[in-house]
């Protein structure tokens, strides 16, 4: 499994930006796709998550209503739409895929946000 994220940027506190992970290498219909992030000097933490199945989806609190995950099963990709960002939202973002048994064993390569106030 591949998994390639993109769309980090600079923008100001207030705005929007919308990551993407495009995924290839498998059938994802078990999988759970996800977006991580970690800021410096913290530890990484989980954002959000969406089934392939069913489109049922998870938020850490600090981001509920604001960000929202989806997917596009024609394009094998995962979209993390960050709306009202916050400083605290700056961190370099990790999309990440699991299944049934496994911790996330696949992750890609960071996109970095940085939020200026």
């Known amino acids: 499994v591949q998994l390639q994220a993109s769309g980090g940027g600079l923008v100001q506190a207030g705005d929007s930006l919308r990551l993407s992970c495009v995924a290839s290498?498998?059938?994802?219909?078990?999988?759970?796709m996800g977006w991580f992030r970690q800021a410096p000097g913290k530890e990484r933490e989980f954002v959000a998550s969406?089934?392939?199945?069913?489109?049922?989806?998870s938020y850490v609190d600090s981001v509920k209503g604001r960000f929202t995950i989806s997917r596009d099963n024609a394009k094998n990709t995962v979209y993390l739409q960050m709306n009202s960002l916050k400083p605290e939202d700056a961190a370099v973002y990790y999309c990440a895929a699991t299944y049934p048994g496994t911790n996330w064993p696949y992750w890609g390569q960071g996109t970095l946000v940085t939020v200026s106030s």
């Open positions: 290498g498998r059938t994802f219909r078990s999988y759970i």
């Open positions: 969406i089934r392939w199945s069913d489109y049922i989806t």
